[in-house]
């Protein structure tokens, strides 16, 4: 018989990254008893994910999706006469992993910690440095994955991360290149979290720009598409 309690979310299609720089003064609102969390605390995540979950904090637009990942290392042990087994769990590591279809010198700041950018506020040129073990920014960064879904209400990741494994630029003929980034994860809280799954409720409404750019996008079953500034989305309203 069909029953009701199996869950209808499934992983599909993309979403949208941001990235802020990590403040412990501002950190992802974990409940302290996640078992009995109350309204209120839930509110304060939605909110939470609403202040970072800007266009200013939108890194760029994804190429093929993005990988969340949590891997555990364990040690099996027994007795010489195999009478029993046991099991401990001796390292976690956590890692997101994506392309970027586009990117600039802000971007690779933010994902490359010996990286320096800067731009003129009057004629726009910008100048990023790269490289020099002197020059390291130890900050992290609050990485926020959103999938769309407005069948179940969207789903979103959270993570605190760095970008340990350097860089990579692949310029080649005929064809756009992602730049790869893989983002460390960190600890959320004092117990070792390294990752926040939250299921929006169903007709959620964030800021009325990503509301708009979102319908947008599911309506032409598009993918990775950026959140217009709201002057175009004036404009889109006006030619129509």
């Not at 100048?127 to 179940?152: A, K, Q, R």
């Amino acid at each position: 018989m069909p029953t009701t309690n199996i869950p209808q979310r499934v992983a599909k299609k993309s979403g949208f990254i941001y990235v802020s720089k990590h403040s412990d003064e501002d950190p992802f609102p974990i409940p302290e008893d996640i078992g009995s969390a109350s309204t209120e605390q839930y509110t304060a995540i939605e909110e939470w994910l609403k202040k970072k979950c800007v266009d200013e904090n939108e890194l760029g637009y994804i190429k093929n999706g993005i990988d969340i990942t949590e891997t555990l290392s364990s040690n099996i042990d027994q007795p010489d006469m195999g009478q029993m087994k046991v099991t401990i769990i001796s390292d976690e590591q956590g890692s997101a992993s994506l392309a970027l279809f586009n990117f600039n010198g802000e971007t690779l700041s933010k994902i490359h910690s010996l990286t320096v950018s800067t731009q003129a506020s009057e004629t726009g040129q910008r100048l990023t440095l790269v490289g020099g073990i002197s020059n390291e920014d130890d900050s992290s960064y609050d990485v926020i994955f959103v999938n769309p879904d407005s069948e179940n209400g969207d789903l979103v990741v959270v993570m605190r991360g760095q970008n340990i494994e350097g860089l990579t630029l692949s310029f080649k003929p005929n064809e756009v290149t992602p730049l790869p980034v893989n983002y460390s994860a960190l600890t959320l809280d004092s117990t070792g979290r390294l990752f926040a799954v939250y299921e929006m409720p169903k007709g959620f409404k964030w800021d009325n720009t990503y509301n708009a750019a979102r319908a947008i996008a599911l309506s032409n079953q598009l993918k990775n598409v950026r959140v217009p500034a709201p002057s175009a989305l004036t404009n889109a309203a006006k030619a129509t």
